[in-house]
């Protein structure tokens, strides 16, 4: 066993040596990998934080959101149903939530007003998103006028600023009383944008939406596990808009780091030769090879992945923020919270790591099998 | 030592290029001697070196080592006693560049793992009998071609082998330095082991150190004395 040791710590040093004696060559091969582990980790480490972050964001949310419809499109709840879901069994909390959109010209941008459930501000006073604090200039105690689509002008005063840690839900939010929140859209007393319903029993949230959907016919029920897939499956586009995008990049890239992996210098070839007939078996000169290649490709899968880790977690991710985030006008900043899925890594490392060392190995295979003799004739 | 019973050997075989370069050689060469092949270029002095040091198989033919028949091993075997019983000097060294002179020496070392200070007491040991310690550091590219081959014989003689196979030492070194490897040739022999050296040089050839001229020509031996 402390042989085979002494054997392997050989074969990395003359390994080491060889590597150093070309240096530009395996410091470009070296470059051009880091760069293509990188990008590709970079785009999982972010659309998987991403689909976490949501998952998490949701997992606050109520368990089913019901909708009414009118010629297939969202409308208003009108008085009335809130008592007709109370008597769904398996329902434990039920409420009518008020939100709307509301486009502010002054900055192009659309920001979410809403009234919060626990009625905890007063009239005339608003809580708004990080988003608007940065874009409008606004803090604590400033007033702000948005002028209604019935066109009559709207004054607040802000109480506070919703603090930086929830910006990834509400960055552009605008939180205001009930009263206002009519006032300001016309919003007849007693309807409702929609409804959130609590179901205490997560197997019975399925029945439960066939209930409503049974006792109010011109209703849509939302389940939080739908809103949960379509937001993965929104990132796993982004991810996959992203690939498809750079995927000439990559393949080039992979071209580049095959073509000098696998392509054997006359020098090389003759140093095989020499490395045979001074006693090196097949086996010991594959074996160098080996080493050389996961040398580089490990070396490069793990600057390549830190870089990556670094660019998404502590960079926000600055490259691809505006293809993987989304496309609003009001970006939220947020820091996403490290997260790595062992099985995303191990996908990454085999497709970086293995595909290399098989470039490495294949033509040396052929060098490595002739005979040693060559070397005699000069 | 070594006998070779009815070699032939053939390059490019079944081809239209198909070439024999060995042609019947019946050969015995013993051992604690030094034996000179000689012959003009093309007349099979390197091929029949290469089947000796187990660099190749012959064709056709038997090559028996110290009575056991090795023409037919694989390749594994035949690496393994190329390693253990022969070094080898190559008529352009075939040193690696961008090494130094100590790492050069020890390379056929590496595939025994023997630890590392053995290997390099007896690279330094071999380093200071060819008077060559004072550049153990330098890289050999760096080196006249004297020293150069002094690089090469002491890498042939790391894994202190029982037979020396030199092709053409000569051939790119002036006179004095042809004088100062016949030298160390004597020293080598003196100490009991085979050599086997091909040359057409008569400083080799005729010199007192070689017990055993055979002289070759296509493919064939001519002479034995």
Request: some cysteine; hydrophobic content about 45%.
């Amino acid at each position: 066993m402390k042989l085979w040791f002494e054997k392997q710590r050989y074969l990395i040093d003359f390994t080491l040596a060889s590597m150093a004696r070309r240096k530009a060559r395996n410091l470009g091969l070296l470059g051009v990998y880091t760069v293509l582990v990188f990008v590709l980790a970079s785009v999982a480490l972010y659309t998987h934080a991403l689909r976490v972050e949501a998952a998490k964001v949701l997992a606050a949310s109520p368990e089913v959101i019901l909708q009414r419809l009118v010629a297939g499109r969202h409308d208003l709840i009108p008085p009335g149903y809130l008592e007709k879901v109370g008597r769904i069994r398996g329902v434990q909390k039920k409420e009518g939530r008020l939100w709307g959109y509301y486009y502010d010209a002054v900055v192009k941008a659309n920001y979410t007003f809403m009234v919060p459930n626990d009625a905890s501000i007063a009239k005339g006073e608003i809580v708004v998103g990080p988003a608007l604090e940065r874009s409008r200039g606004l803090a604590a105690g400033n007033g702000i006028s948005f002028r209604s689509y019935s066109g009559k002008l709207h004054t607040f005063i802000v109480a506070s600023v919703l603090p930086q840690a929830s910006e990834i839900a509400s960055a552009d939010l605008v939180l205001m009383h009930e009263e206002d929140f009519r006032a300001f859209f016309d919003y007849p007393v007693g309807h409702y944008t929609d409804i959130a319903l609590s179901v205490a029993n997560p197997l019975e949230v399925r029945n439960v939406a066939l209930k409503l959907a049974a006792a109010l016919p011109d209703s849509r029920p939302i389940l939080r596990d739908e809103v949960l897939r379509t937001y993965a499956s929104i990132f796993d586009w982004r991810e996959g808009i992203v690939l498809a995008l750079l995927s000439a990049a990559i393949l080039a890239f992979g071209i580049l780091a095959w073509e000098k992996a696998s392509g054997l210098s006359a020098d090389e070839k003759r140093e095989i030769g020499i490395l045979k007939a001074i006693g090196w078996e097949t086996g010991d000169i594959i074996k160098m090879k080996f080493w050389e290649g996961l040398l580089i490709s490990l070396t490069a899968f793990l600057a390549g992945f830190v870089a990556a880790y670094l660019h998404v977690f502590y960079f926000a991710a600055t490259l691809f923020e505006p293809v993987l985030k989304g496309w609003a006008v009001l970006y939220p900043e947020f820091r996403l919270t490290p997260h790595i899925d062992g099985l995303q890594v191990a996908t990454l490392f085999f497709f970086t790591v293995f595909p290399y060392a098989a470039a490495v190995l294949a033509p040396i295979w052929k060098a490595a099998i002739t005979d040693p003799d060559a070397v005699m004739r000069g | 030592m070594i006998e070779l019973a009815g070699i032939r050997k053939a390059f490019n075989q079944g081809q239209h290029n198909e070439y024999w370069a060995l042609n019947g050689i019946d050969l015995a060469i013993e051992a604690n001697k030094v034996t000179a092949l000689r012959g003009p270029s093309g007349s099979g002095k390197t091929t029949l070196l290469t089947l000796v040091g187990c660099l190749a198989r012959p064709t056709e033919g038997r090559v028996r080592l110290k009575g056991e028949d090795i023409s037919g091993l694989p390749e594994r075997f035949l690496t393994d006693i190329r390693r253990r019983t022969f070094g080898f000097v190559f008529q352009q060294f075939n040193l690696i560049k961008g090494l130094s002179a100590l790492d050069n020496i020890i390379l056929p070392a590496y595939p025994t793992g023997e630890p590392r200070r053995e290997l390099l007491e007896r690279a330094e040991a071999l380093l200071a009998r060819l008077n060559l310690g004072h550049r153990r550091e330098a890289k050999v590219e760096w080196l006249s071609g004297g020293e150069q081959q002094r690089v090469a014989i002491c890498r042939a003689l790391i894994n202190d082998p029982e037979a020396l196979i030199a092709d053409e030492p000569t051939a790119n070194l002036d006179t004095h330095l042809a004088k100062e490897f016949m030298a160390i040739l004597e020293g080598l022999a003196g100490e009991g082991r085979t050599i086997l050296l091909t040359s057409h040089d008569p400083l080799v050839t005729e010199s007192a150190v070689v017990d055993r001229g055979v002289e070759m020509r296509d493919g064939q031996i001519v002479d034995d004395r």
